[in-house]
Each structure stands twice: as structure tokens, then as C-alpha cells.
């Protein structure tokens, strides 16, 4: 087969020859008409390249940023401090109110262990809401009855600090009944 | 003696003229070919084919050089002068085929 072709161009050489000029002389037309075409498609596709190529590099950019702000993010939070200890302080004139006052108060705080230290601090209401004027009936053969009044709350070091202030309701009713 | 000599001369000047075109041109059709831009080379190669196809048309810088020597050490500057002819007639050639490669892609000379 392969014998046959070389034959076929050694009878065909000018053919093959006139072939070749005539592929030259097209092309060379064809540049020659389009050129200027061409340079310009060229130049056209290189700018969009090349914005194409600044996208690619503003997207990457960003998702690297976006990384580093997810990793700060989750350390942020990994790193946020909670409340590990509740520390609820009376003033009570007698001292079993006190201790009474304190065990229910910080029995009724229970949920807000291990909340974020700044959500309560951007919260401070919630603990006005829950305490002030908060009634607590100590169980004692009187069943006192106290009110419990909010005078300072404080977060310092994964602590959560609440002073506050009783007042008997049992012996104010006694008095307004005697009046 | 005088018709062989204004021959070269044409000789030389269409040499030159070939040279820069078929250059300019079949390196436009690589530079296409290639991913480059067309006309942009052509110019490029219109310019820096110039020299060689001077060189192309007259034969070869040292045969010409060697002309000179053997004529004017011989006293023969009427032979000196028709080489100097056909360099010059040879840089036309190649000159004209870099301006009509200019204007057909600048649309100036």
C-alpha cells in the first residue's frame, strides 16, 4: 500500500507540488483578508483572559480570607468564656433567711451554667426579670414568706456574682393587719 | 555586458522583494498557527527580514566583500561601482517590500 502511494506521488509530483503552493497561496490570501480579524478576536480573548485570570485570583483571595475568618470565628467561640460558678450574695436580717434565700436563688440560676459570659452581660434583664421581686417562701414552722429585691449583678472571670437585697413579706403583712 | 548587468540589478531587487514578502507572509501563517498575533509578527519579521534579504539578493556578504577587494585592488571601479548598484538596488527590493507590508497592515507607510 505503501509502495502504491509513493507511486502515485512520483506520477503525480507536479500535482502534489501545485497542491501544496495552492494550500500556501489560500492560507496567505486568507491571512491577508482576516488578519487584522484575527489580531483583533486575539487581543480580545488575551483580555478576557486575563480578567478572567484577576477573578480566579480576587476568588481564591477571598476564600483564603474566608478561611482565616471561619478558623478566628471557631476559636472565637472555642475561647468564649462561660459561666462555671454562681455566687449569690443576701442580705437578710436574719442569717437562715439568708441561707434559705441563697439555696432557692441559686437553685432557680441553675440554668445559666455554662451560658456564654457575654450573652448574660448583653442580657442583663433576663436576672432582673427572674429575680427582682421574686418571692421565696422558706420552709420554717412560720413558712416566711420574703421578697427578694436585685442590687448588683457582676461577671468577672467565669463567675457570675448576684447581690441581693430580702424583704419580709410575712412580718409587713403582720403589721398591716395589726394596723 | 550592459543587458546582464541591468538583469542582475532586477534580479537582485525581486530577490530581495520575495524574500521579505514570502518571509512576512509564511511567518504570519506560523504566527497563526502558533497562538500569536499575525499581523503583529508580520511587521516584526518585515523589519528584521530587511538586512537578510538584502543579503539573500547579492549572494552572501563575503563573496561581495571579496568583489570589492579583487576590483578595486585591480583598478576595475567601473566592476566596484556595479556591485555597489546592486546592494543598493538589492536594500530597494527589500526596503519596498517592508513598506508594502506596513501599509497593507498599518494603512501607512
Request: hydrophobic residues 45%; contains cysteine.
Amino acid at each position: 500500500m505503501a509502495k502504491g502511494i509513493m507511486q502515485g506521488f512520483k506520477k503525480n509530483r507536479r500535482c502534489f507540488v501545485m497542491f501544496l503552493l495552492g494550500i500556501i497561496m489560500g492560507s496567505s490570501f486568507f491571512l491577508i483578508l482576516y488578519g487584522q480579524k484575527i489580531d483583533a478576536l486575539l487581543s480580545e480573548r488575551n483580555t478576557i483572559y486575563y480578567a478572567n485570570n484577576q477573578k480566579y485570583k480576587e476568588i481564591l483571595k477571598l476564600q483564603k480570607e474566608l478561611n482565616q475568618l471561619s478558623k478566628k470565628g471557631g476559636r472565637t467561640q472555642e475561647q468564649e468564656k462561660r459561666v462555671k460558678k454562681i455566687i449569690v450574695e443576701v442580705e437578710a436580717e436574719q442569717s437562715y433567711i439568708t441561707d434559705a434565700v441563697k439555696a432557692q436563688i441559686e437553685k432557680k440560676l441553675a440554668p445559666f451554667q455554662d451560658k456564654s459570659m457575654q450573652w448574660i452581660s448583653n442580657n442583663p434583664d433576663i436576672l432582673e426579670l427572674i429575680l427582682e421581686k421574686e418571692q421565696v417562701t422558706i420552709e420554717d414552722s412560720q413558712k416566711t414568706k420574703v421578697e427578694v429585691h436585685l442590687k448588683y449583678v457582676s461577671l468577672y472571670d467565669e463567675t457570675l456574682k448576684i447581690w441581693l437585697e430580702v424583704q419580709d413579706l410575712t412580718s409587713s403583712e403582720i403589721s398591716n393587719t395589726a394596723k | 555586458m550592459e543587458q546582464e548587468f541591468w538583469g542582475t540589478a532586477v534580479l537582485d531587487f525581486l530577490i530581495a522583494l520575495g524574500v521579505v514578502l514570502g518571509g512576512v507572509i509564511l511567518g504570519g501563517l506560523g504566527a497563526f498557527l502558533t497562538d500569536e498575533y499575525p499581523m503583529f509578527k508580520m511587521l516584526r519579521l518585515a523589519e528584521q527580514l530587511k538586512i537578510w534579504a538584502m543579503v539573500a539578493a547579492i549572494g552572501g556578504t563575503f563573496d561581495t566583500i571579496r568583489n570589492f577587494e579583487i576590483t578595486i585592488l585591480g583598478g576595475q571601479l567601473n566592476l566596484a561601482f556595479q556591485q555597489i548598484i546592486f546592494i543598493v538596488s538589492a536594500f530597494l527590493g527589500a526596503h519596498i517590500g517592508t513598506i508594502l507590508v506596513r501599509w497593507l497592515i498599518l494603512g501607512e507607510f
